[in-house]
């Protein structure tokens, strides 16, 4: 099995990983079976090592320990490269109203606690979740790197930022992996001039995109607007929607027909092209059925032409905003 450096840890995973947040909130809440999630987790660990993405604000904690216990039942703590993250709070579980701490206190009381819902002596990659606007950064920061001299976190990354604030903290402590999101109708992170991708392989960062497969719409699985359920995060986002969703199946296009030319599924080419984006670069799509997984884990080993880059790259631009 290739794998793929995760940034200056020295530790190598799996060119794939697996987000995990699904499985507890977001999206179609009510196909969520933790015994199901389980068994896809302890899937993940047999591709191992593999990068595990899941943070505390997911599901409230739920998310962290679905992990734990994934992890503990299988005995395979060494196949998991574990990541989570720290700054968001969940206000309101019920209409996932969320707010922004990065203060020092929050930072090292929510490690200690990631600690004990993920059963683990150390977190391997821990995240700055979002930059709180109300706490400088290289104090959020400082307050994580006490965390690696404590021997509470190995590595540390930040989620969302810019090049400028990456920098920032960089000249706090090294930075070994930025997460943003990353996929053929999110293309901002691959700006030459503005773009954290491209900040990340000039570093020796990991770059780590979620939703690569486009919040599920970029597998063709979904043909409607009203294919979500009440509740469901894509039923009111704005690609999700109305004329947007119309106009965006013309991404799906361009990726069904390069999947034709490998007997390949949707979500293998849109996999295979977010990892064509660099050798720095480690996707964590996520899923919650097994048989996704296995498509998502194959699509390493899918090789597109440079002809199939070429038509990828020309798809249109999403419409709508992310959020």
């Known amino acids: 099995m290739s794998t793929r450096s995760l940034g200056p840890t020295g530790l190598d995973v799996h060119p794939v990983g697996l987000g995990c947040m699904g499985m507890s909130w977001g999206y179609a809440e009510s196909q969520r079976d933790d015994e199901v999630s389980l068994a896809v987790i302890r899937q993940a660990l047999d591709a191992g090592p593999v990068l595990l993405d899941t943070a505390d604000a997911y599901g409230d904690g739920h998310n962290e320990t679905l992990v734990g216990r994934a992890l503990a039942l299988a005995g395979r703590r060494h196949d998991a490269v574990v990541a989570t993250k720290t700054g968001i709070v969940v206000d309101d579980l019920a209409t996932r109203t969320l707010s922004r701490d990065g203060s020092p206190e929050h930072i090292r009381r929510s490690a200690d606690a990631s600690l004990k819902r993920l ?25 994580l790197s006490e965390l690696v001299r404590a021997g509470k976190v190995r590595h540390l990354g930040l989620s969302e930022v810019t090049r400028e604030q ?38 020796g960062a ?68 977010t990892l064509a984006q660099g ?44 959020y």
């Open 166 to 203: 990456a920098a920032a903290a960089h000249r706090v402590h090294p930075v070994a992996a930025v997460q943003s999101e990353l996929s053929l109708w999110t293309r901002e992170p691959l700006d030459p001039g503005t773009g954290i991708s491209g900040w990340c392989a000039a570093h």
């Open 206 to 273: 990991a770059f780590v995109p979620f939703a690569p497969l486009g919040r599920g719409f970029l597998t063709g699985r979904y043909t409607r607007p009203d294919d979500f359920e009440a509740g469901d995060f894509r039923a009111t986002n704005p690609r999700f929607t109305g004329a947007a969703f119309t106009a965006n199946l013309r991404i799906t296009d361009a990726v069904r027909k390069v999947a034709a030319r490998h007997d390949a599924t949707a979500a293998q080419v849109a996999l295979a092209w």
């Open 119 to 143: 059963g683990v002596d150390v977190i391997d990659l821990y995240y700055l979740h979002r930059v709180d606007p109300a706490v400088p950064l290289q104090e959020s920061w400082g307050a």
């Open 279 to 322: 050798g720095h670069v480690v996707p964590v799509p996520g899923t919650k059925q097994p048989r996704y997984l296995t498509d998502n884990l194959a699509a390493a080993a899918l090789r597109l032409t440079a002809a199939d880059l070429s038509d990828l790259d020309g798809a249109p631009a999403a419409t709508g905003s992310r």
